[in-house]
């Protein structure tokens, strides 16, 4: 028997406010920590090894901290694009820390014209409130990486990252939800 829309709401909206507290009984200290480990287990990755182009997220006060992968993704020669959120529509581009400002939700956000192709993106870090081991994912209700992960020339491996806490046995899963291909978690949070 399917479970009805609402209720299937309903789990969705309990679960992220339980994610969201979990988090926020974790502490800069232990969130930069745990970035940390992720970032280094996610550069051990044979995606990341073979990418040249890494699309990646200026992160939120709640979401894993990127700021240190991301300067270090650069200097390592890595091609770094990050989202944009125009409208409803979410598109990446070049990375550059002089060239971000506040945009939608509060969010880093490049400045620029050029966007960078879906096709030409090797791999995607994404984030999200929170995942199954199978790569299901439960973003915070937008649909703006479902959106972007559907679009015809996306091929990149997808790579979710959570923290311990973020971590589900199992999450309700509608159609149109895009799987991650692999979730690398931190064991400190």
């Given at each position: 028997m399917e479970i009805g829309s609402e209720q299937k709401n309903e789990?969705?909206?309990?679960?992220r406010k339980e994610v969201r507290r979990r988090i926020k009984e974790l502490g800069a200290e232990v969130m930069e920590a745990a970035a940390e480990e992720i970032f280094r287990t996610v550069e051990h990755t044979e995606a990341f090894v073979r990418a040249r182009s890494v699309a990646f997220y200026a992160a939120m006060s709640d979401e894993v901290p990127t700021a240190v992968a991301l300067e270090r993704w650069r200097a390592i020669g890595k091609?770094?694009?990050?989202?944009?959120?125009?409208?409803?529509?979410m598109r990446?581009?070049?990375?550059?820390?002089?060239?971000?400002q506040s945009g939608a939700f509060g969010i880093a956000e490049p400045v620029?014209?050029?966007?960078?192709?879906?096709g030409d993106i090797d791999l995607i870090i994404v984030p999200a409130r929170a995942f199954t081991r199978s790569g299901v994912r439960l973003g915070r209700g937008g649909g703006f990486y479902d959106k972007y992960m559907s679009l015809p020339d996306f091929r990149a491996y997808k790579i979710g990252v959570a923290f311990g806490c973020q971590i589900f046995e199992a999450l309700t899963c509608d159609k149109h939800d895009i799987l991650v291909d692999e979730v690398i978690s931190s064991t400190i949070a």
């Open positions: 789990e969705k909206r309990a679960i091609h770094v694009v990050v989202p944009r959120v125009e409208g409803d529509i990446f581009y070049d990375y550059d820390p002089e060239r971000m620029g014209d050029k966007e960078y192709p879906a």
